[in-house]
Each structure stands twice: as C-alpha cells, then as structure tokens.
C-alpha cells in the first residue's frame, strides 16, 4: 500500500513538474510578445505623435486650394467655353471632310 502511495507521489510530481515547465514557456513566450508590443507601441506613437495638427495644416491647405482653384474657375470659365466651342467645331469640320474624301457623303465622289 505504502509503495502505491509513493508511485501515485512520484507520477504527480512529475506531471506537475511538466505542467510548471510550460508554464515557464508560456510566461517567457507572454514577456517576448509584451516587449514586441511595446516596442510596436512606441515606433507607432513616433510616428503619429504629430498627426492632428498635420492632418489640421493638410486640411487647410486643400480648403484654400478649392478656395483658389474656385476662383481661377470662375475667371476662366468663359475662355473655356468658347475653348470647347472650337474645339467642336474643329472636330465637325475634321469629320465632314473625312467623310468626303471617302465619298460617302451622297451626290459626291472623287471618282471620275
């Protein structure tokens, strides 16, 4: 009986002794993501320590940009109008005479 108690002793012990064994892993795997993490943590703050008050200027820059371009649209706007007005009328001419010299404008040939 004694010797059953003993062998039930040392089998718990040396379960147990495994058991505290990964543990001890698992505690030092715990430590070296914690370090990565924070270490994560203080690059990721370098970098976006600043952000508000970029991300302030960057709005203000587009705001006065639109305010600008606004502007300068404005004053354009009739030039390019009659920009476009050429244009299509350039690009109608170039199509009728393409279309003329092909002879395929009815009554017209370049045949003789």
């Not at 003993?6 to 543990?23: D, G, M, Q």
């Not at 004053?75 to 005479?97: E, M, V």
Request: hydrophobic content about 50%; charged content about 15%.
């Amino acid at each position: 009986m004694a010797i059953a108690v003993i062998t039930i002793n040392i089998i718990l012990a040396i379960a147990l002794l495994v058991v505290a064994f990964f543990c001890w892993q698992l505690r030092l795997a715990l430590r070296d993501t914690t370090r990565g993490l924070d270490v994560a943590e203080r690059a990721t703050h370098n970098v976006l320590g600043n952000a508000p008050e970029g991300v302030l200027a960057g709005q203000e820059g587009v705001a006065w940009l639109r305010q600008s371009m606004q502007e300068q649209g404005q004053q354009a706007g009739p030039a390019i109008a009659r920009l476009q007005q050429i244009l299509t009328l350039l690009i109608w001419i170039s199509s009728r005479l393409s279309l003329t010299r092909k002879g395929l404008i009815k009554g017209k040939s370049l045949k003789k």
